[in-house]
């Protein structure tokens, strides 16, 4: 897990791989990695396919956007 470019996590509170998300990002800190993780509550799989309906969906991915940009200035 160590040496990997920086990972961007959101899951909502509803999947499945909910706890392995937690346990990915987890691992990924304690290698010395970059993650970040928020746990979206009350979302299921996928809620950002339902942007811009979903002020949830428009969050998430603007985020991810924003966690983009500072990492690729690095």
Same mark, same amino acid.
């Given at each position: 897990?160590? @040496?990997?470019? *920086?990972? /961007? %996590?959101? %899951? @909502?509170?509803?999947?499945?791989?909910?706890?392995?998300?937690?346990?990915?990002? $987890? =691992? !990924?800190?304690?290698?010395?990695?970059?993650?970040? !993780? =928020?746990?979206?509550? @009350?979302?299921?799989?996928?809620? $950002?396919? /339902?942007? *811009?309906?979903?002020?949830? @969906?428009?969050?998430?991915?603007?985020?991810?956007?924003? /966690?983009?940009?500072?990492? !690729? =200035?690095?």
């Amino acid at each position: 897990m160590s @040496g990997l470019p *920086p990972t /961007f %996590v959101h %899951v @909502g509170s509803w999947e499945l791989p909910r706890d392995d998300s937690i346990q990915i990002a $987890q =691992k !990924l800190r304690r290698a010395g990695s970059i993650a970040a !993780l =928020k746990v979206w509550e @009350g979302m299921c799989h996928s809620w $950002q396919l /339902f942007a *811009p309906m979903l002020e949830e @969906g428009m969050a998430s991915i603007s985020e991810a956007a924003s /966690f983009t940009k500072i990492h !690729l =200035k690095a």
